[in-house]
């Protein structure tokens, strides 16, 4: 069952979307609001959107005609309902890098790319995890090279994670000013957002991606 407050928390995500020019969240507005339906995803970012169209997006969403029947059917089935079994929520993703060298990776991710390291396991270390604000990332150190021949083998634009963040531009410049290699420069993808790609010295892709800006 839906919970209230996440339901608001939603429709403030679509609101921000729509202001920063998100252009994944135009194709729902357009399905499910009529009244944008006939414009194209540019035209639907730049027409007004107010909270009380976000809020009837989710409504929408979950089946009803406006924002105040979807609260007042929420609360009538939450009154009728049986309390349930408190249901799994996954909270955080944390992408596992391999690495041949822990050392090495260690001091790329904090002197290049701003990471602290949280935890770091073994004498000498096989695993650790660093840390971004909500970023984690866990490496795991292997015998031998990563890729090519290696470890494993990938194709040439395999990426090994992607960290969302709100806007790529200024982390992107950050790192260009600490000379990281870049797999993919900062570019907008055909659906609005921008992101750029960064290799780490195993040759592990880590895509950085954002709203437009």
Not at 81 to 107: G, H, N, W
Not at 126 to 154: I, S
Not at 182 to 211: K, M, Y
Request: with cysteine.
């Amino acid at each position: 069952m839906p919970n209230i407050e996440n339901l608001r928390k939603q429709a403030k995500l679509y609101l921000r979307w729509h202001r920063e020019g998100y252009f994944p969240v135009a194709a729902q507005i357009s399905r499910f609001l009529a009244r944008y339906r006939d414009l194209p995803d540019r035209e639907v970012l730049r027409a007004a959107f107010k909270l009380s169209d976000a809020q009837e997006l989710v409504a929408r969403k979950h089946g009803f005609e406006t924002w105040p029947a979807l609260m007042e059917g929420i609360e009538t089935m939450t009154a009728s309902a049986p309390s349930p079994a408190r249901r799994p929520t996954i909270l955080a993703a944390e992408p596992q890098l391999f690495v041949s060298d822990m050392e090495r990776a260690c001091r790329f991710y904090g002197e290049k790319l701003g990471f602290r390291t949280g935890v770091s396991y073994g004498d000498p270390p096989f695993y650790a995890q660093v840390c971004r604000d909500g970023a984690r990332l866990n490496l795991r150190k292997v015998g031998g090279p990563v890729f090519d021949g290696g470890f494993r083998t990938r194709e040439r634009d395999a990426l090994s994670a992607t960290l969302t963040l709100d806007d790529a531009k200024p982390l992107f410049l950050e790192f260009r000013e600490a000379e990281v290699p870049f797999h993919q420069t900062l570019r907008t993808e055909p659906w609005g957002a921008r992101s750029f790609i960064v290799q780490d010295p195993d040759g592990n892709l880590i895509c950085f991606a954002g709203g437009a800006g």
